[in-house]
């Protein structure tokens, strides 16, 4: 439809005052302006698209209703009398018009349908509803099926030897023969002929726009007709549409959005990569209400989360090309495909702060980035644009800034960026781990019978002292895979977490689960108990004969899986072996987790 519109108002200043008759004048000035032509083509369309699965009848009523309800929006637009009089009569009716309004608003129903025979009947519906006169049905039908015969490669000799033969007009005339004696006239008969013949002679679309304006005439609705052919021929240049929008209210533009979606122009655009973006959104609100730790923690939590689902933000830039280095914006058209160079250069917009502070602006979703001013964007990677701003300038970045702003300055920033590797919180240690004095907890990995009948590990028990057999006891039971909590005594650590690990079956996969449930059970104690660090023995490898090798890939696993899960615990855990043999099989399990992980990138 931007044919139409833009035929509509390139005409509009020359429809009364065109003075000489001539294809050199200015193609947008002021004066430059949509009319009715316009309104009602939107209105068209918009009914077409509301009512595409509806009977005749169905379509007939949209139709009227969709027109009359933009004649109210936009009454001073230009109507004639009797058009103005429909749109204010009680129970609207035909009026046996052929004017050229049915013709210059058809133009939706040439891009819609699959068939020449479905768009000509859709033409007839959008004419009938007020231009129920033959000549008025026939220019609607025309322009129409021109539209269809252009878009689908038909050449100008066939659409004009079709559009001879179906409708009758005389397009043996040249520009040059109609000009000189062509006067304002708003009949379909004197108006359709005369645009599909400035389309046919037109050697592009700005030179069919020029043709059809140089006739003179109802000259707005006239280069309406041939500039929505013309663009079907042609396809319209960039700037043209640039302008054409410039001068289009948002209702319109609407419109149009919708019609080149429902035409496949272009496809409707949904950003999958900013969808995991919500609970960033969600966590920023809860903050925002109760500014406590908890939630300030959930707001990290959340763009981990995100970071982890390869999600984006929408980043303002600012272009540091012309466009003319990028583009031949006077040649490309609406719909050619655009290869941008690889030295496109962009600068990020910054936020100023009252005390001179500069921060990145960032949003989460496009409904955010429209609160405020509109810019160019581009989409990126969140983990890969926080780890450029830690070399920035800039102090930070602020989330959604013309909503509910978020502030991480680039210490909370790296902070972020550290906690979404679990891999560099796991440490390996070779010794005793009842004489660690580093560690704020270790853990005791004894038979089921530990916390109710005496069974405590021996070299823990010995180096802790009987207070901790006694309070083990008082705890009562522990069942395989469970953890309890008790103080250090003597030990250096100030704790002393127990858990029971499986007795090794070949086979069963209940023997992995279990081990796998020590390790995070014990986890989960010590974040409950605000422990930093931790350290594990390899737990069910000795007296329980669990295969070292098995035993180590499930003990990584499970750390890994934990710390993954919980990325702001603070807590660092320490592997603990009794010589470098017994590590050597943890360093492999271990990298045979990161490559499982992030393939290729742990060589």
């Known amino acids: 439809m931007y044919g139409a519109f833009l035929g509509d108002m390139i005409g509009a200043p020359y429809e009364f005052d065109m003075g000489e008759k001539t294809k050199d004048f200015p193609m947008f000035t002021e004066k430059s302006q949509f009319t009715d032509d316009s309104v009602m083509t939107a209105a068209v369309a918009e009914a077409l698209m509301d009512a595409a699965e509806g009977t005749h009848e169905e379509i007939r009523s949209a139709l009227v209703s969709s027109m009359r309800a933009w004649g109210k929006k936009y009454p001073d637009a230009g109507y004639g009398g009797r058009f103005r009089q429909w749109l204010a009569a009680k129970d609207p009716k035909p009026y046996g018009s052929y004017g050229n309004g049915s013709a210059m608003r058809a133009s939706a129903a040439g891009w819609l349908y699959d068939t020449l025979f479905e768009t000509r009947e859709m033409a007839r519906l959008t004419a009938e509803v007020t231009h129920d006169h033959l000549e008025g049905i026939k220019g609607a039908e025309a322009t129409a099926a021109a539209i269809y015969l252009a878009r689908n490669g038909h050449s100008k000799d066939e659409i004009k030897e079709y559009v001879t033969l179906e409708f009758g007009y005389d397009l043996s005339r040249t520009c040059d023969e109609i000009r000189p004696g062509y006067h304002h006239v708003e009949s379909c008969q004197e108006t359709v002929p005369e645009a599909i013949t400035a389309f046919l002679e037109g ?209 909370i920033i790296k902070f972020i960026l550290a906690a979404r590797k679990p891999e560099k919180n796991i440490f390996w240690h070779v010794g005793d781990i009842t004489k660690m004095d580093d560690v704020d907890a270790i853990v005791n990995a004894a038979n089921k019978s530990l916390l109710g009948g005496g069974g405590v590990d021996g070299a823990t028990h010995r180096a802790a002292g009987p207070g901790l057999l006694e309070e083990c006891r008082k705890l009562g039971g522990c069942e395989v895979g469970e953890a309890k909590i008790t103080g250090g005594w003597n030990l250096p650590a100030k704790y002393v977490i127990h858990t029971v690990g499986p007795r090794y079956k070949k086979g069963d996969p209940k023997c992995e689960k279990l081990l796998y449930n020590c390790y995070r059970n014990s986890l989960d104690l010590a974040k409950a108990n605000d422990i930093r660090t931790i350290a594990f023995p390899a737990i069910s490898t000795g007296t329980y004969r669990y295969p070292l090798e098995e035993a180590a890939e499930v003990a990584v696993r499970a750390v890994y899986d934990w710390l993954y899960d919980n990325p702001f615990s603070f807590i660092s855990v320490v592997m603990v072996y009794s010589n470098d043999e017994k590590v050597r099989y943890h360093h492999k399990a271990f990298k045979k987790l990161l490559d499982e992980k992030t393939p290729g990138e742990n060589e």
């Open 203 to 411: 050697e592009d679309f700005e030179d069919v726009i020029r043709t059809a304006v140089s006739l003179g005439g109802d000259c707005d609705t006239l280069t309406c007709i041939a500039g929505s052919i013309a663009e079907a021929f042609y396809g319209v240049p960039i700037l043209y549409e640039v302008e054409c929008k410039k001068r289009l209210p948002d209702d319109i533009l609407d419109v149009l959005d919708r019609f080149d979606i429902a035409r496949g122009r272009k496809q409707e655009y949904h950003d999958t990569t900013l969808d995991g973006n919500i609970i960033i959104e969600k966590a920023i609100d809860r903050y925002i209400a109760d500014e406590t730790p908890e939630n300030n923690k959930a707001i990290f939590r959340a763009i981990l989360q995100s970071m982890r689902e390869n999600g984006h933000f929408m980043i303002p830039v600012i272009p540091q090309n012309d466009p003319a280095e990028i583009i031949d914006i006077e040649h490309t058209k609406i719909g050619d495909p655009v290869e941008l160079g690889e030295n496109l250069r962009f600068k990020l917009q910054h936020i100023e702060t009252e005390d001179g502070r500069r921060f990145l602006a960032v949003f989460t979703s496009h409904d955010e980035y429209m609160k405020g001013e509109a810019s160019s964007i581009i989409s990126y990677f969140i983990d890969d644009f926080l780890e450029g701003c830690k070399d920035m300038a800039e102090e930070g970045i602020v989330i959604n800034p013309w909503g509910q702003g978020y502030v991480l300055d680039k210490d």
